[in-house]
């Protein structure tokens, strides 16, 4: 899967309501305010539904930053 950053910042900007993303790919857990446990979880359902995907229950557990995340976006 092509990774498409733009549509993967404005999911984040809508996840945690904020206007400016710095530095997309350094993201994770407890960078931003409302990036906790449940941030996470609504993150990861709003990418499988955009994406058009349905991450492993192995990979919904490893994805803790943005990083991560696109390295398992390149799987699908």
Do not use: A
């Not at 309501?17 to 530095?23: A, D, H, Q």
């Not at 997309?24 to 409302?34: C, E, Q, T, V």
């Amino acid at each position: 899967m092509k990774i498409d950053n733009k549509k993967i910042e404005n999911i984040v900007k809508k996840i945690f309501k904020i206007n400016k993303v710095k530095n997309l790919n350094n993201l994770k857990i407890g960078s931003l305010k409302n990036w906790d446990s449940l941030g996470n979880f609504n993150l990861l359902l709003e990418i499988e539904k955009e994406f058009k995907i349905k991450f492993s229950n192995m990979d919904f557990t490893s994805i803790k930053s943005i990083k991560k995340l696109k390295e398992i976006l390149k799987k699908y």
